[in-house]
């Protein structure tokens, strides 16, 4: 995790709003915690693998091959990482990831919070930063499968269930 | 399109079955047509932009900018084309391409066989032709986002409707 050692190493602390990391990648705020704990984002990949298998143990997930965790973040259009930073240290504490041909469609896919941080409007926060994310990069047809407890959650962010009829199918093998 | 011309500009002639481009890509046949034209399939992303306009056209598709259409064929994961060939000549007749993160699970939009193929097999044996190329590099989860009319269609294929309760969900701005 060279990133956040050279960010967080070397006595350097971000500033309030937004840091720029080496990689001149923008870490923007999303809040801070009564304890004096930070939250950011970032579109890093450079994600300890075994922190992002926590997180998902956490939200009782079924544990998936890291290997191939590793090779779908490398080939999502876009991933979103949440960072609680105290100090100089720091945790993966939210995530989500999308799927997209570059050009018309993207779908998001595991969007998580950690249930110690969840309710506070950081999941809310999350999407949103996803979704201007796509937005910036001219992406107009934001898509996602919704487990059923979460529908409503989705919604409140301007999600619409099957518009026009248009409705999610998953193929299962005979 | 030197990748057809080589194939068929030199009095080659494809054997049954299957043949093979010049590339080493295999093209599959699909089936016969009643006037000795040939159907098949084949993974070449090498598809001229306004053929494709053309086959969406006909079949009623609002136009999309072309520049984004062949960025959206450059990143998708598979790109699978259906071409009718007659002696040395070969026409786009069907189409469908498929987002993925190479890892769990694949999305595929823009299906579609040309009106005067349709409801003779062809829109099924393009989409197992698919979906054996989806399964055929490990992508467990394989989904799409049917339109209301064509719900029954994708449901002989094996494609379930919000399984478990899990929903197609689209993003409108404000
Ligand atoms: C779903 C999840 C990401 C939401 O994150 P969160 O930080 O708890 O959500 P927020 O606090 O930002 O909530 C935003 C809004 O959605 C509502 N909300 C949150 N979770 C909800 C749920 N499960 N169902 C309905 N509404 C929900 C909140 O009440 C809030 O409403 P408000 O804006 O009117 O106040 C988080 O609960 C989580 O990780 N769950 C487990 C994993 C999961 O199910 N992921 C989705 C898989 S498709
Ligand atoms: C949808 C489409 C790809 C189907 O291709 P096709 O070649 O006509 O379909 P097939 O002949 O292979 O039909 C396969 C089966 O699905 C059925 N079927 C075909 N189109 C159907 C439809 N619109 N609704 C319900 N069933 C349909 C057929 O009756 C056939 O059933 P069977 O296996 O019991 O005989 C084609 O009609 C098309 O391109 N339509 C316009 C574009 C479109 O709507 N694409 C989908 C966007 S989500």
């Not at 996803?130 to 959650?153: G, H, M, W, Y």
Request: neutral net charge; proline residues 3%; glycine residues 10%.
């Amino acid at each position: 995790m060279t990133f956040w050692k050279n960010l967080f190493g070397n006595g350097d602390t971000a500033t309030a709003g937004q840091a720029t990391s080496p990689q001149g990648e923008m870490l923007e705020a999303a809040g801070e915690l009564p304890d004096g704990g930070r939250i950011v984002f970032s579109t890093t990949r450079d994600i300890d693998l075994y922190e992002l298998e926590e997180l998902c143990d956490a939200v009782g997930w079924a544990r998936r091959p890291m290997r191939k965790v590793g090779k779908a973040i490398q080939y999502s259009f876009l991933v979103v990482s949440m960072w609680e930073l105290q100090g100089s240290r720091r945790r993966l504490v939210g995530f989500a990831r999308a799927t997209s041909d570059h050009a018309f469609n993207a779908t998001i896919w595991d969007v998580v919070v950690h249930p110690k941080l969840q309710s506070k409007g950081f999941g809310k926060a999350l999407m949103r930063y996803a979704i201007a994310k796509l937005r910036r990069e001219d992406i107009s047809n934001i898509t996602l499968f919704a487990d059923a407890q979460v529908v409503d959650f989705y919604r409140r962010l301007g999600f619409v269930l099957d518009p026009e009829g248009i409705k999610g199918m998953f193929w299962y093998p005979d």
